[in-house]
Every structure is written in C-alpha cells, then in structure tokens.
T-cell receptor, first 112, second 113 residues
C-alpha cells in the first residue's frame, strides 16, 4: 500500500530536549512538507523540500530543523529553541511542488 | 497575498440535513481549489478538487463548484450522516505565489442522530 507514515503517533518530551519526528513516503513523490496544527487554527507550514538535499523555510521555521537525505524520508527536529512545541504535526507529500498534497496520520507532541 | 476564508464553526446538524460550508478565496491568477477532511486524531484526506472555473468536484456525496465570479468554492452535501462528523478544510494552490498551498482555518461539523 502506498502512503505516508509518521511515527510515533504520540510523543512526550521534557522541556529543553530536542526531539525528531519521522516521516516516510513510498509514493515516489518529489516534494515533502511539514505542518503544525494547533487547536482552532489551520495548518501552518514549517518547512518544505522539493528535491533531495534541498529544503526551504515555511512560515514558522524558527525552532525547527529538517533534512532530506533520501527521497522517501523528511524528518523534522523540534529543538529546545521552539518556545511552544506542544502541537499536532502533519507531514505531507506531493508529486511536485504545487501538486495536490497527501497527508500522513500525524504525530501529537507534548512537551512538559 | 493568496488566502482562503472559511465559515466559522462549529456546525451541528441532524442526520439527513443539508450541509453547506462556505469557502471564499483571494488569489491572483488561476488557482486550483480543494476540500480536505480530517477525522478525529487523523491526518487530512483529500475530499475533492477543482482546477478551473465552473469545474465541479464531487466525492462521497459531497460537491463543490469553482465559481470565479464570486471567488467561492462552497462545500455541499444533500443528506449528512453521523460518519461525516469531522473538520473540513478548504485550500488552494496559488499559481502566482510559487505554487504554495494555502489552507483555511477549518470548519468542525458534528452530525447528531
């Protein structure tokens, strides 16, 4: 089955720790994205990548970092510099930049 | 810049009622328009799309028509079911803004038996 997987579904961390969220796709898509979703708000773009070894900041990149060493994988690191990291994180991919996006099931991160 | 505005929720309907969720957009050029649905605790799923003016997207009984004259893409369903309870997002891909995706804030729908 083709799709996007995110792991884990729930993640708990102590304040001050970095944490990495996994995103893998087997759709052979070139572009991948990370969004943050907070209650009552829409999706906000954190980072996106159009091809391997290239990525661009989105609207709220501060306190986050990404890498794109393989086409299938686009991990997101939430660093200790992110002031309000508790949120629902969604990964998406599209065949190309500007194409319709397919979403993973999300990771709910709680930092205390 | 490009943007999407959705009607405020939450919306509560009885089973078999008619549903309309309003969506209007601001964009230069000729954007493609989408509706996504998010069930509790899950990611977003593409519900339907339209890529040019007067196109009608449809799926699972839901419909939306791309109206360029009113810059709207309202979601409708003739008879909702309890299983339609979810959050619905309107979105567009701008053609003049680097093909970036823009999402509305989402409208929560609850259908009661």
């Amino acid at each position: 089955d083709g799709g996007i997987t995110q792991s884990p579904k729930y993640l708990f961390r102590k304040e001050g720790q970095n944490v990495t969220l996994s995103c893998e796709q087997n759709l052979n898509h070139d572009a991948m994205y990370w969004y943050r979703q907070d209650p009552g708000q829409g999706l906000r773009l954190i980072y996106y990548s159009q091809i391997v070894n290239d990525f661009q900041k989105g609207d709220i990149a501060e306190g986050y970092s990404v890498s794109r060493e393989k086409k299938e994988s686009f991990p997101l690191t939430v660093t200790s510099a992110q002031k309000n990291p508790t949120a629902f994180y969604l990964c998406a991919s599209s065949q190309r930049r500007g194409g319709e996006q397919y979403f993973g099931p999300g990771t709910r991160l709680t930092v205390t | 810049g490009d943007s999407v505005t959705q009607m405020e929720g939450p919306v509560t309907l009885s089973e078999e009622a008619f549903l309309t969720i309003n969506c209007t957009y601001t964009a230069t050029g000729y954007p493609s328009l989408f509706w996504y649905v998010q069930y509790p605790g899950e990611g977003l799923q593409l519900l339907l799309k339209a890529t040019k003016a007067d196109d009608k997207g449809s799926n699972k009984g839901f419909e939306a028509t791309y109206r360029k004259e009113t810059t709207s893409f309202h979601l409708e369903k003739g008879s909702v079911q309890v299983s339609d309870s979810a959050v619905y997002f309107c979105a567009l891909i701008g053609t003049n803004t680097g093909n970036q995706f823009y999402f509305g804030t989402g409208t929560s729908l609850t259908v009661i038996p």
